[in-house]
């Protein structure tokens, strides 16, 4: 069964400007939760997603906001981009929203903000 | 607010020692605890977790953890460690039950470099 995978893999943006990134969960998931990581800041959650609803959101600015497709694929898209939104963006998927579920993640996309 | 503190940043052990990779947690209830692994510029993945039952927890890899709940801890363990277990360990919980709020979400740690000599 194929992994979570991310769009693109590498991204650099200029301040001021948005982005999308996508996520494809593994086949069957339902679940799609978003994290930032940082080397300051570490593993920091942004909001999770199941059957098209968001379920949680973490303490991010709205200009972070998210989506997902009745195919379970997810986007997330950052508008007017800042230096300090540079990071590893993580997707991860799981089978239900039911919290003892595991988290499966994606290699990520590395966001370089200049 | 549930947190994970993993108080060391960085393990250096020889090849073939055991390792132990620390974590405590704060949680409203019972806690889900999981540990993670992260090799260099590639994404998490999932070694072991604890839900309920047996203290004790076996995972991928030859990893294990053991919960206390007294000592709100869920520590790493491997008998005897490898080269390629050198890697980036976060420990993360979530509440079994909700509360109510945010607190719903995964928690990580700030990780632990783990580096394992020859």
């Known amino acids: 069964k194929a992994g979570v995978t991310q769009t693109p893999r590498y991204l650099i943006k200029t301040r001021g400007q948005q982005v999308t990134l996508s996520c494809s969960p593994i086949s069957g998931h339902r679940s799609v939760s978003w994290y930032q990581q940082t080397p300051g800041q570490g593993l920091q959650f942004l909001f999770e997603?199941?059957?098209?609803?968001?379920?949680n959101k973490g303490n991010f600015p709205g200009r972070f906001s998210g989506r997902q497709f009745s195919n379970s694929r997810s986007e997330m898209n950052v508008s007017t981009l800042e230096l300090g939104d540079s990071a590893l963006y993580l997707c991860?998927?799981?089978?239900?929203?039911?919290?003892?579920?595991?988290?499966?993640f994606g290699p990520g996309t590395r966001l370089t903000v200049t | 607010a549930q947190s994970v503190a993993q108080p060391e940043d960085q393990v250096n052990v020889a090849e073939g020692n055991p390792l132990t990779v620390k974590c405590t947690y704060s949680v409203s209830g019972n806690p889900y605890l999981f540990w993670y692994v992260q090799y260099p510029n590639r994404g998490l993945q999932f070694l072991l977790k604890?839900?309920?039952?047996?203290?004790l927890v076996k995972g991928s890899y030859g990893f294990e953890a053991e919960f206390n709940k007294s000592q709100t801890s869920f520590h790493l363990k491997k008998p005897s460690a490898l080269v390629s277990d050198s890697a980036l360990y976060f420990c993360a919980v979530r509440p079994a039950m909700n509360s109510g709020g945010s607190n719903y979400k995964l928690t990580f740690g700030k990780g632990t470099l783990l580096t394992v000599n020859p």
């Open positions: 991860a998927s799981s089978l239900t929203s039911d919290r003892a579920y595991e988290q499966y």
């Open positions: 604890y839900i309920t039952g047996d203290n």
């Open positions: 997603y199941f059957s098209e609803t968001q379920r």
